[in-house]
């Protein structure tokens, strides 16, 4: 036998012996727990997940629907990119199924269109998409139990991974104890709708009808599922005994008869979450065709420190927060006014409460807040506890804002972000410390009310008896924003895409904490597999700041060119028009010419921030396509060149 043949028979046995090992480990292996080395482990489960499993004591199954054939079929990328959401999903219910120990089922269907497997997907709440061809897609999870209880997910949306553990587990808590917490939301803005009940939505829409003329915002179909969601009037005087967390969303001009109702309701021991707001985007005027700027002399602003000051805390109230180190940056390069941009690598989210520290401890945990205030917290409050939930960096300033600010933010931002002085009152006035937008105050409250029922304002006989102070330790969430939840920032359920931002992660967090429920507290918003490029971010801000600054000089330039204009035209009679007029277009043309010459190096810096960052991301695509290609041909070289010298050393031992 030759020695090439061997070769080939040597590599052959390689082979084999390396296959024959991997199955044999997998097969071992496949009872033992999960080997993830992943960074984030993302196919791990956590131990809320193997609490909730632990109380499972009925056997569960769970079907994963998806269409595989029609995905393989249609072969577009939108459809494409589900793929790796649905291994990603497979996998995970395979820990579940693992750990579960028999508690639980997995079953993978793909259904086809006019089958069976189609039908039961319909029949339980799964939605269908209808693809060219005659083909359906079907993406979405069922959990049923033995005793007729389920839990679906009807479309399971490919851009919330970090999502997946904790809606599964969530599911599997509902099938196991269905019953919800009630939820009250009280609002001066039109959060819930028409106030039509989910299933009478539910039913319309089935039956082709229209659902009604207001639609609940996104968060509020979110916490349907959540919870057994009633609005609260903004008028009562107590809240009802049935409702187990109350949230407060923009308390604008709440009387204090309703915020006596809301101290009474928190120290009876009920959960409470408030959303103010110093200036609540939300909050638009009805139009007034007569007055189209009656938008800017409206007030959006809200808070309750007649009430919150007893649990340690009051808002700043008529002044936003601005911090351009977490500034939002619009269209990638400028930075927003108004936009916090809070991020778990600017150290935004507190590791100190059970709220945030998931949060704090992703990579990809962020959230943009508009127009948020500050809260501070108060001194000398014996037995209140205040924790910061998100904070700015010690770069964080406060502006006074309003509709005409907001205009203005729009047409010179830079000037309104330059340090307040002497010539530019608009600026902020930068605090040299860390400011906090959200906090959590615990401790047994007492009442902003001493005396009472404010005015003896309705039948005291019908009133509950008056607490002074709590005889429970209690908590309250405090947010200085309403915006976060609007519907540009949290996107419908079942929807293809889904949001960036983390902002209903933060909300239902502080409401799982609030409701009592720490099982789900260290699941929710786990790693994804998006990676921000923060050194390129990074390149991408300073250019950002360094473009700014040459946009204030240019904006400055061009107001000071636009005074000395006004003031020539004032000065100007009949009499020395002409002469006035000369001097008019000389100075014009002075001044355009250094606004053409700022103009250029604007663009230059525009440029050389451009080159940064392009040459950043073609070194990463060159590594990415290239690198193991390289590595892989650098270590056959490597293993040829000591073939090679083996091969001649034995030459020579032979010939020797």
């Not at 207001?214 to 959540?226: A, M, R």
Request: glycine share 8%; with cysteine.
């Amino acid at each position: 036998m030759s020695s090439k043949q061997r070769s080939i028979i040597g590599s052959l046995l390689i082979i084999v012996c390396t296959l024959c090992t991997a199955f044999i480990f997998i097969r071992a292996t496949r009872s033992m727990d999960w080997m993830d080395f992943t960074d984030n482990n993302r196919y791990s489960l956590t131990a809320g997940t193997e609490k909730v499993l632990a109380k499972v004591n009925r056997p569960l199954k769970a079907i994963l629907y998806y269409s595989k054939t029609a995905v393989s079929k249609v072969k577009t990328g939108q459809l494409l990119r589900f793929n790796r959401a649905y291994f990603y999903t497979r996998d995970i219910l395979a820990a579940y199924e693992r750990l579960g120990a028999g508690k639980i089922e997995v079953h993978e269907v793909d259904p086809k269109p006019f089958t069976n497997e189609a039908d039961d997907a319909l029949d339980l709440g799964i939605r269908s998409f209808d693809l060219p061809g005659d083909q359906l897609f079907f993406f979405g999870l069922a959990i049923t139990s033995d005793t007729g209880a389920k839990e679906v997910m009807p479309f399971i949306n490919a851009g919330e991974e970090n999502l997946f553990e904790y809606k599964i587990t969530k599911m599997i808590e509902r099938v196991v104890r269905p019953s919800k917490n009630k939820l009250g939301i009280m609002s001066s803005l039109p959060i819930a709708g028409d106030g039509m009940s989910p299933e009478m939505r539910r039913l319309r829409q089935a039956q082709g009808m229209p659902a009604g003329q207001g639609q609940p915002w996104n968060i509020v179909q979110w916490l349907e599922s959540d919870f057994e969601v009633s609005t609260v009037d903004a008028t009562v005087t107590a809240i009802p005994a049935d409702i187990d967390t109350l949230m407060l969303v923009h308390p604008k001009g709440f009387e204090d008869k309703t915020l006596y109702a809301v101290d009474q309701f928190v120290l009876r021991g009920g959960n409470l979450i408030v959303l103010a707001d110093p200036y609540c985007g939300l909050d638009q005027p009805p139009p007034n065709p007569r007055n189209p700027y009656a938008g800017m002399s409206h007030p959006r602003s809200s808070d309750i420190n007649r009430v919150c000051a007893q649990w340690g805390v009051r808002m700043v109230t008529g002044k936003i927060v601005g911090d351009r180190k977490i500034a939002f940056l619009a269209q990638g390069r400028i930075p927003l006014l108004q936009g916090l941009h809070f991020k778990q690598g600017a150290k935004s989210f507190s590791s100190k409460s059970v709220i945030t520290e998931p949060l704090s401890a992703q990579e990809t945990s962020q959230m943009l807040i508009l127009s948020a205030g500050s809260i501070e917290t108060l001194p000398d409050m014996e037995g209140v506890d205040v924790v910061p939930l998100l904070q700015t960096s010690e770069t964080g300033g406060l502006r006074k804002y309003d509709g005409m600010i907001a205009m203005m933010s729009q047409q010179d931002p830079g000037r309104l972000w330059a340090a307040s002085g002497a010539g530019n009152p608009d600026g902020f006035v930068v605090s040299g410390k860390r400011l906090t937008c959200a906090v959590v105050a615990t401790g047994k409250f007492k009442s902003a009310f001493p005396d009472g029922l404010p005015g003896g304002a309705g039948d005291k006989e019908d009133q509950p008896a008056h607490i002074k102070e709590a005889t429970e330790s209690n908590a309250v969430v405090f947010i200085a924003d309403v915006d976060f939840i609007g519907n540009n920032f949290v996107q419908a359920p079942n929807t293809f895409f889904g949001s960036q931002f983390t902002n209903k992660t933060f909300l239902l967090n502080a409401l799982d904490f609030l409701g009592g429920s720490g099982d789900l507290m260290g699941i929710r918003s786990r790693g994804s597999a998006r990676r921000e490029f923060t050194y390129i971010k990074k390149i991408e801000r300073e250019a950002a700041n360094a473009t700014q600054e040459k946009a204030t000089s240019i904006n400055a330039e061009i107001q000071k060119f636009q005074t000395e204009l006004n003031n020539l035209n004032n000065a100007a009679t009949q009499k020395n028009k002409g002469v006035m007029q000369s001097e008019m277009y000389k100075k014009q043309r002075e001044a355009q010419k250094k606004v053409n010459q700022k103009q250029r190096e604007l663009r230059e810096v525009q440029r050389e921030a451009r080159e940064s960052v392009d040459s950043v991301k073609a070194s990463a695509e060159f590594i990415n396509t290239l690198g193991m290609p390289l590595l892989v041909a650098l270590i056959g070289l490597i293993l040829w060149i000591v073939s090679i010298t083996k091969r001649s050393q034995k030459m020579r031992e032979d010939m020797a």
